[in-house]
């Protein structure tokens, strides 16, 4: 499998460090090894995505170990519900690839599957190509995903926005979509630090069109955290957009910080027809 052109749609091909396709759309292959097939006419602003702070603040906090339980458990689930003979997975929304390649290492002990890892922000992917090499990663838009029809044995999206049709489109027959969603109380005690009045997340119950539910589970633990991690759980959240300079100074300087997760994983599977 390879990726497909975002201009045309024709499948890319790589020669030396470029990928063209029929129409001699080109795309350079980045020294660290990633490709950028986002387009300038699809960008919605000049660095889209994470910023370089968000994502510094994300990778110190997954590489404490904080969210490895989640981790853990996707990667299960993805061995027990994808077949020895799938060829390709993607992870939408991938960050600087800390779920990405631990499913790589997992399910490529008994598959030969490609693993790729797609996020809008360059800053990741260029970190996550440098660190992990058994990830094909890529800069690309969620709502037009550089992947042929019917052409995914599975896509994993942890939060990552992308319409139903688009995974419709690109998932094969019988594919899976596993999703992340926060549960009820996912991060309360960080949303009270911003927040007079807390509400407990919405769940939305999401229902993918062209998909039956397999499955849904719940994964929730507590974390006791330094203050310098749990100011890193902050900046990784869109509730960094609110938090005052107080509220943040406060939290970095907190010698515990107890914080619940919440997490609710869901299997769904792609329509025959």
């Known amino acids: 499998m390879t990726y497909q052109c975002p201009l045309c749609f024709q499948p890319l091909m790589l020669t030396g460090q470029q990928w063209r396709c029929s129409a001699n759309h080109q795309f350079d292959n980045a020294k660290e090894g990633y490709v950028n097939l986002m387009p300038v006419q699809h960008k919605r602003s000049k660095q889209p995505g994470d910023s370089p702070e968000m994502m510094i603040s994300r990778r110190a906090f997954l590489d404490a170990g904080h969210y490895q339980p989640l981790r853990d458990r996707l990667s299960d ?141 719940a994964l929730s633990y507590d974390m006791s955290l330094t203050g310098e991690k749990a100011f890193d759980l902050l900046q990784m959240t869109p509730f960094a957009w609110r938090a005052t300079e107080e509220v943040m100074a406060d939290l970095k300087a907190q010698t515990a910080f107890e914080c619940e997760t919440d997490f609710l994983i869901r299997i769904h599977r792609r329509a025959s027809v």
């Open 77 to 217: 689930i993805l061995d027990k519900v994808i077949p020895e003979d799938a060829q390709a997975l993607l992870d939408i929304g991938c960050g600087e690839g800390y779920y990405t390649a631990a499913f790589a290492e997992r399910l490529m002990q008994h598959r030969t599957l490609k693993v790729y890892g797609l996020d809008v922000a360059k800053v990741a992917i260029r970190y996550a190509a440098k660190r992990y090499h058994d990830v094909s990663f890529c800069v690309a838009s969620s709502h037009r995903l550089p992947f042929a029809d019917s052409s995914l044995d599975a896509v994993i999206r942890i939060y990552a926005p992308c319409k139903a049709q688009e995974l419709y489109r690109a998932v094969k027959a019988g594919g899976l979509v596993v999703t992340v969603a926060p549960g009820p109380r996912h991060l309360y005690q960080l949303k009270g630090l911003i927040y007079q009045d807390v509400q407990l997340h919405a769940d939305l119950d999401e229902q993918l069109e062209g998909f039956e539910r397999v499955s849904t589970e």
